[in-house]
Nanobody, 122 residues
Framework: VQLQASGGGSVQAGGSLRLSCAASLRTFSDYVMGWIRQAPGKEREFVAG????????LYADSVRGRFTISRDNAKNTVYLEMNSLKPEDTAVYYC????????????????WGKGTQVTVSS
């Protein structure tokens, strides 16, 4: 199983980035997918999650209204559109899969991959 995140980079505050995660999960549509991030010296933090069908989403308070998670089950891919980026969004972003949104929100992950660095300068 591989979850390959991409799309990170360096932007100025107020800018935007779009992260993508291609998953090699055989039954991608059976999993809740999400994004977790970890900043230097800080604990891992839930960012956003999306249900199997895409009909339900969950966001951390710190990103709600600025970030949008979506998925394309035909392409086994999940996306994170990040707008109005702030310096405190700087972190390594990881794509993750879990069996429920609640589990993902609580920090539980069945699968995760290498992250992609996002750096936001002021």
């Amino acid at each position: 199983v591989q979850l390959q995140a991409s799309g990170g980079g360096s932007v100025q505050a107020g800018g935007s980035l779009r992260l993508s995660c291609a998953a090699s999960l055989r039954t991608f549509s059976d999993y809740v997918m999400g994004w977790i991030r970890q900043a230097p010296g800080k604990e891992r933090e839930f960012v956003a999650g999306i249900s199997w069908s895409g009909g339900s989403t969950l966001y951390a308070d710190s990103v709600r209204g600025r970030f949008t998670i979506s998925r394309d089950n035909a392409k086994n891919t999940v996306y994170l559109e990040m707008n109005s980026l702030k310096p405190e969004d700087t972190a390594v972003y990881y794509c993750a899969a879990a069996n429920t949104l609640g589990r993902l929100y609580s920090g539980g992950m069945d699968y995760w991959g290498k992250g992609t660095q996002v750096t936001v300068s002021s």
